[in-house]
């Protein structure tokens, strides 16, 4: 007998104009909207048990705002927090929150937020019809690309400019596949859960745009009649809409921006459709599955801090002062590697004081055969192939910046050769396989509850 109840909300939560936005190292006030930013809340119930998955266009919350926000939901709907499981977008063109700059307005639009989620939790859970699963994998290739390449020196690069003669290959293999939960209501739309994995860094400048992730849900919402969607980004440490070597066309649209990469609305919408057409593609295909019951789990790792050696902080600490005094011109670098000389300062002065090491919460949801694991961060595709090799798991989706946005997690072999992930990374080397780990037995263990 069939007992799982899925219910579906959309709030919005586009931030007010002056918000700080997120993503870069310089100062970006919101200055406009392109499109709106939303919050899409997926409840199910099973018998008793019951879980929220709330997917936010925004760049990332960390730990100390998801937990108060988490607490929040939980106290409104009586859903345990570990079965709270909240996840950004990662747009670079939502809101900023941490407390530096415009401090006033970050947390005008904290407690906005947490409102917002709340409505949404309480709306999905109001909105609870019986339903049915099934899930499907289609690829969308050419959209995707690794970011980090080996050049002639030895060294690797994050966005090299396009035809730098200097690259030899790319660092990594992306993986292009598109994931889809379809849930099927009694007299109420389908709920269509999209899981797709890349950098939402297509659109650049101060407008409020939730960049391709939100093209895809609506271009999918337009394309089938009746179905709700909300969507889940994927492992994007490491990938990004760059292609250096690209072909006739691709540079339709785009336009070089500020640090060395090319960024356009019209490319945008371009890769909303290519997901979204994917999902399009294996919608009716999907492979049903009776779910037999629903799970949430999480488990919290220690992790070493990527402290400076003293002598590095002179170096640092000028690099740090000549880019908050806007002279980054005299910085002895230009575009991703101007960005990553200030983003490896400010880790080292972040750190110098400790702490010796970090917290980090990995979650896991199950839904039947399928299961979400959520990393508190941007993990390297190398965390995504792990995963999803979890042995008895026919579907296993690795979510980026779920209840958690800590940073980087590059493997221990992409440390030592300058690219801006692993430099600018509050973590010593082995992070990645500490998270790999930690979700590993989180499905081993709700693998065993059945």
Sequence with gaps: MNRLSAGFSRVNVTPALGTPLGGYYKVRLADGVKDELEANALALSHGEAKILLISVDHLGLKQVYQDPIRRY????TAVPEEGIFIACTHTHTGPKLDGGIVPDAQEAYFHFLKSRLADAASM???????????WAVGQAPGIAFIRRFLMKD?????????????????????????SLLRFDRENAPAIALVHF??????????????????FARRILERSLDNVRCIFFNGVQGDINHLNPFHGPGYLNGLAMDFDDVLRGYEHTEHMGRAVAGTVMQVYSKVRYSEVRSIHAAQRV????????????????????????????????YEGMALTTAVAEAE????????????????????????????????????IGRTLKAAPGWPLVLPCCCA???????????????????????????GVAEAIS???????EKMKHHG
């Design 73 to 76: 939901i939980s106290e409104r």
């Design 124 to 134: 999905a859970l109001e909105d609870l019809k019986p339903a049915k699963m099934g």
């Design 154 to 178: 030895g060294t690797v690069c994050t966005n090299p400019r396009p035809e730098n003669p200097d690259i030899l290959g790319p660092v990594g293999t992306v993986d292009e596949s598109v």
């Design 197 to 214: 994995g890349c950098h939402p860094d297509t659109v650049g400048g101060c407008k409020v745009s939730a960049d391709w992730p939100g």
């Design 301 to 332: 790792i220690r992790h070493p801090s990527n402290r400076p050696a003293p002598e590095e902080l002179p170096l640092a600490r000028l690099y740090n002062q000549l880019h908050q005094q806007h002279r980054d011109g005299e910085i002895p």
């Design 347 to 382: 880790r080292m002065l972040e750190l110098e004081h400790g702490p010796d090491s970090f917290d980090l919460r990995v979650s896991a949801i199950s839904i039947g055969e399928a299961a979400l694991v959520g990393i508190p961060g941007e993990p390297f595709s190398e």
């Design 403 to 429: 209840n958690g946005y800590e940073g980087y997690f590059p493997p221990i072999d992409a440390f030592g050769n300058g690219s801006y992930e692993t430099r600018s990374s509050i973590f010593k080397p």
């Design 437 to 443: 780990e930690a979700g590993l037995s989180l499905l």
